[in-house]
């Protein structure tokens, strides 16, 4: 019996470890602020999120994204699934300088949504006939995905500094 309750408690020491580690080594993004949209007794509040990012491929473009972030004790550890509602905005913030291998669905942005099944995606278009960037934003389930999305266009243009 106490062979038993010590592989137990190592396994459940090897968890809260790894546990520990998924933590901190969570990605962080330029996040631009946040509002609370529900109180929590225990933990902080369910909110949402607005993060900043550049696009890594076009230089001179910026997006933002909002997203529903849940609270409480399970969203403190990271375990909690939040939904996959998210706002997406991409403006032309310099000139507009672009790796010539661009690729057509390629990912610029990416975000745990749940521990493990659940992932924000923001993927990139260039539309050539309309010298437009089309930026959409998805969440994806391993076993079921979400309709719900977001669009954000740049146009092209001339930048002329101020």
């Given at each position: 019996m106490q062979r038993v309750g010590r592989i137990a408690g190592v396994f459940l020491l090897i968890l809260v470890l790894l546990l520990a580690l998924?933590?901190?080594?969570?990605?962080?993004?330029?996040?631009?602020?946040?509002?609370?949209?529900?109180?929590?007794?225990?933990?902080?509040?369910?909110?949402?999120?607005?993060?900043?990012?550049?696009?890594?491929?076009?230089?001179?473009?910026?997006?933002?994204?909002?997203?529903a972030v849940t609270g409480g004790i399970k969203g403190e550890l990271g375990l909690a699934e939040d939904t996959?509602?998210?706002?997406?905005?991409?403006?032309?913030?310099?000139?507009?300088?672009?790796?010539?291998?661009?690729?057509?669905g390629e990912p610029v942005f990416e975000e745990r949504r749940s521990f493990i099944f659940k992932r924000l995606h923001v993927v990139r278009f260039f539309d050539k006939q309309r010298n437009v960037l089309v930026y959409v934003s998805y969440s994806d389930r391993?076993?079921?995905?979400?309709?719900?999305?977001?669009?954000?266009?740049?146009?092209?243009?001339?930048?002329?500094?101020?």
């Open positions: 998924w933590l901190w080594l969570r990605p962080g993004r330029g996040t631009t602020g946040e509002v609370s949209t529900n109180f929590r007794w225990l933990g902080p509040n369910d909110r949402i999120v607005v993060d900043g990012f550049d696009d890594p491929k076009v230089k001179g473009v910026a997006c933002h994204i909002s997203r996959s509602d998210a706002s997406i905005a991409c403006r032309q913030v310099g000139p507009i300088r672009m790796d010539a291998d661009l690729k057509d391993v076993i079921k995905g979400s309709p719900k999305n977001s669009i954000s266009t740049v146009p092209i243009m001339g930048w002329v500094a101020p």
